[in-house]
């Protein structure tokens, strides 16, 4: 099995930065695309940012500019670094990755339990 794990989550002020971690580990031949979502309360789960395997980024508009996202292949591991941070920030933040358990498998995605973010004064 696939296991991705969260970290960094926190209460932090208006302004303030956080820097999130996702571990994959388990069965992993590869890993394609990963990427950071975002589920406020009474919202539906939207994108924040993605990374190819190749390193190529995408984001969500008001994330442009403040949020950072970066890999590191060797570590299975997905970061997203945060600046200016707003409270309209405040969600639970999910890791999405896709692994390949084999040479010839297919990519599946897999989810995180999600970490807590929390702007506020």
């Known amino acids: 099995q696939v296991q991705l794990v969260e970290s960094g989550g926190g209460l932090v002020q208006p302004g303030g930065s956080l820097r999130l971690s996702c571990a994959a580990s388990?069965?992993?031949?590869?890993?394609?695309?990963m990427g950071w979502y975002r589920q406020a309360p009474g919202k539906e789960r939207e994108l924040v940012a993605t990374?190819?395997?190749?390193?190529?980024?995408n984001y969500k508009d008001s994330a442009k500019g403040r949020f950072t996202i970066s890999r590191d292949n060797a570590k299975n591991t997905v970061y997203l670094q945060m600046n200016s941070l707003k409270p309209e920030d405040t969600a639970v933040y999910y890791c999405?990755?896709?692994?390949?358990?084999?040479?010839?498998?297919?990519?599946?995605?897999?989810w995180g339990q999600g970490t807590q973010v929390t702007v506020s004064s």
């Open positions: 388990g069965s992993i031949f590869s890993i394609g695309a």
């Open positions: 999405n990755a896709g692994v390949r358990k084999t040479r010839y498998g297919v990519n599946v995605d897999f």
């Open positions: 990374i190819t395997d190749g390193a190529v980024t």
